[in-house]
């Protein structure tokens, strides 16, 4: 397989998804699931997140994330942040440690010193193909999962889009845009942020999953929503509370993997 291609990245998501349902077979939280399997993605140089990450007119990389407990609707979410290879986990420190819910660029640099988060050189996150081709070639990950409690999570990472604007920040890190998690569902959105922005995608999708009662129905709804109000390739990926997974999309660049409570794997 080339470097970066479609069956390589989604042997990727397969891996990750694998990590997080370990995790809740074990009887793990949704949260726990969600943040490890970010992390996996995150450490994958073929995803844009963390390592990886795309590189700004500048030349420079900042990362946004954001993760959300649905049972308690707690949230952690940074942005703009250089020199950190996981921010999904530093996301999750600030959930924790609240009562912040939003820390951006130094601020969230100088928080992460504080939990023991170590920084790291920013060369070690922009791979030889970021600095030889400088293009922006793959998407946010995100990860959204139930657990045995039926407790919901959802966790967004991504470094970007290529050429960003210093200090730009998309939808990855914005609850009810990028991410969102209640009692009803979980939600992972990518795409074009500006856009995901000004539609609220995450949250449309739980709206619309209240009116109809049926994951894919509802990510297929907004979907047409979004096609309806803008051109664009985006993805979103539900899990709702009985367990039962669904996803959205309008390019074929986005792998998807989701198993179900018995370990059925479903990837495409």
């Given at each position: 397989m080339e470097p970066g291609s479609i069956p390589e990245r989604l042997k990727g998501v397969e891996e990750a998804a694998q990590a997080g349902w370990k995790i809740l077979t074990s009887g793990g939280s949704a949260v726990d699931a969600?943040?490890?399997?970010?992390?996996?993605?995150?450490?994958?140089?073929?995803?844009?997140?963390?390592?990886?990450s795309a590189l700004n007119c500048e030349?420079?990389?900042?990362?946004?994330?954001?993760i959300m407990d649905g049972h308690t609707l707690s949230t952690g979410a940074v942005a703009a942040?250089?020199?950190?290879?996981?921010?999904?986990?530093?996301?999750?420190r600030v959930m924790d440690v609240g009562p912040a819910v939003f820390l951006v660029a130094t601020g969230a640099e100088q928080f992460a010193r504080s939990q023991g988060i170590a920084a790291c050189e920013l060369e070690s996150l922009a791979t030889s193909h970021r600095r030889q081709e400088w293009e922006d070639a793959h998407g946010t990950v995100g990860a959204s999962a139930c657990d045995a409690q039926g407790r919901l999570a959802a966790a967004t990472s991504t470094g970007g889009h290529f050429n960003k604007l210093p200090g730009r920040v998309g939808d990855s890190p914005l609850v009810?845009?990028?991410?969102?998690?209640?009692?009803?569902?979980a939600i992972s959105c990518t795409g074009n942020g500006e856009q995901i922005i000004r539609m609220t995608l995450a949250r449309l999708g739980g709206f619309l999953y209240q009116q109809v009662g049926n994951a894919q129905e509802a990510c297929k709804m907004a979907l047409l929503q979004f096609e309806a109000a803008f051109d664009g390739e985006i993805g979103m990926i539900l899990v709702d509370h009985r367990g039962q997974?669904?996803?959205?999309?309008?390019?074929?660049?986005?792998?998807?993997?989701?198993?179900?409570?018995?370990?059925?794997?479903?990837?495409?």
């Amino acid at each position: 397989m080339e470097p970066g291609s479609i069956p390589e990245r989604l042997k990727g998501v397969e891996e990750a998804a694998q990590a997080g349902w370990k995790i809740l077979t074990s009887g793990g939280s949704a949260v726990d699931a969600v943040e490890t399997a970010a992390m996996m993605l995150e450490d994958n140089p073929l995803f844009n997140a963390g390592t990886g990450s795309a590189l700004n007119c500048e030349g420079r990389i900042e990362t946004d994330a954001a993760i959300m407990d649905g049972h308690t609707l707690s949230t952690g979410a940074v942005a703009a942040v250089a020199g950190i290879a996981n921010p999904i986990q530093l996301a999750r420190r600030v959930m924790d440690v609240g009562p912040a819910v939003f820390l951006v660029a130094t601020g969230a640099e100088q928080f992460a010193r504080s939990q023991g988060i170590a920084a790291c050189e920013l060369e070690s996150l922009a791979t030889s193909h970021r600095r030889q081709e400088w293009e922006d070639a793959h998407g946010t990950v995100g990860a959204s999962a139930c657990d045995a409690q039926g407790r919901l999570a959802a966790a967004t990472s991504t470094g970007g889009h290529f050429n960003k604007l210093p200090g730009r920040v998309g939808d990855s890190p914005l609850v009810g845009c990028g991410t969102y998690a209640d009692r009803q569902i979980a939600i992972s959105c990518t795409g074009n942020g500006e856009q995901i922005i000004r539609m609220t995608l995450a949250r449309l999708g739980g709206f619309l999953y209240q009116q109809v009662g049926n994951a894919q129905e509802a990510c297929k709804m907004a979907l047409l929503q979004f096609e309806a109000a803008f051109d664009g390739e985006i993805g979103m990926i539900l899990v709702d509370h009985r367990g039962q997974p669904a996803f959205a999309k309008n390019t074929c660049t986005m792998p998807i993997c989701s198993i179900t409570a018995d370990g059925i794997l479903t990837s495409c």
